[in-house]
């Protein structure tokens, strides 16, 4: 599963923007596993510091008010957002796999069953920094407007492409699920879809009642809480 949703308003973006332009930026290459510190070259924010903290608090507000992302991922922990930034010589990530296990401030660890990445920057600001995530169908190359987050499973090889031109802000982060089965959670969402819009044609009838009811109980069966 890969989708796309809107995440922050144009306010947030540019409150987001005004604040990275005066952070402390340092290597990325510091937080990356063994293997993915060979291919990463950007720069990222201190995990400590006060800008960080702030925006990621916008981030999981925006989260919890997107019925998209709660249905989609039905998370059951939420890495604490990062922030990265690609531009000169610090422009790119090549191909790698996210490690399983993040652990986050106070032995937080979580398991990172779908990734996200909220673009924070304009398209017309840069060029490159697409999000190149590999499909047995083919590789999907991702870049969305400011405010859009692109939210994708957690086991795929994924990279991001050269930025040339300009800078590519980001915020990035892992979920893990309630329900840690990638085909199970497609099935959840494609019927929670489904009743959604059988909802809003025939309203709560008898049918849509039970409907909901077989949906709780699927995610009563396969979710940890
Ligand atoms: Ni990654």
């Not at 599963?1 to 402390?24: I, N």
């Not at 993915?36 to 925006?62: F, S, T």
């Not at 405010?147 to 980001?170: D, I, M, S, W």
């Not at 009838?205 to 396969?222: F, P």
Request: proline share 4%; net charge neutral.
């Amino acid at each position: 599963m890969m989708l796309t949703l809107p995440l922050l308003d144009a306010e947030e973006v540019r409150h987001a923007r005004a604040l990275l332009a005066r952070a402390p930026w340092a290597e990325g290459r510091a937080t990356a596993g063994a293997q993915a510190a060979l291919a990463k070259n950007n720069e990222q924010l201190p995990a400590d510091g006060d800008i960080q903290r702030e925006l990621q608090q916008m981030v999981l507000r925006a989260l919890d008010r997107s019925p998209r992302f709660l249905s989609a991922a039905l998370p059951r922990k939420v890495f604490p957002p990062r922030f990265n930034r690609y531009a000169g010589d610090s422009n790119s990530f090549g191909m790698h796999v996210d490690g399983s296990i993040r652990y986050a401030e106070g032995g937080v660890r979580v398991r990172t069953d779908l990734s996200c990445t909220v673009f924070l920057s304009e398209l017309e600001d840069y060029d490159g920094g697409e999000l190149v995530i590999r499909d047995p169908g083919g590789s999907r190359r991702v870049k969305l407007p400011a405010g859009q987050a692109v939210l994708y499973e957690g086991t795929t090889l994924h990279e991001v492409a050269p930025v040339t031109r300009g800078a590519r802000l980001a915020s990035f982060f892992w979920v893990e699920s309630m329900v840690r089965s990638a085909e199970r959670r497609r099935l959840l969402l494609e019927l929670d879809d489904a009743l959604t819009a059988l909802r809003q044609r025939h309203g709560e009838d008898a049918s849509t009642v039970a409907l909901v009811g077989t949906y709780h109980n699927l995610l009563r069966m396969w979710a940890e809480t």
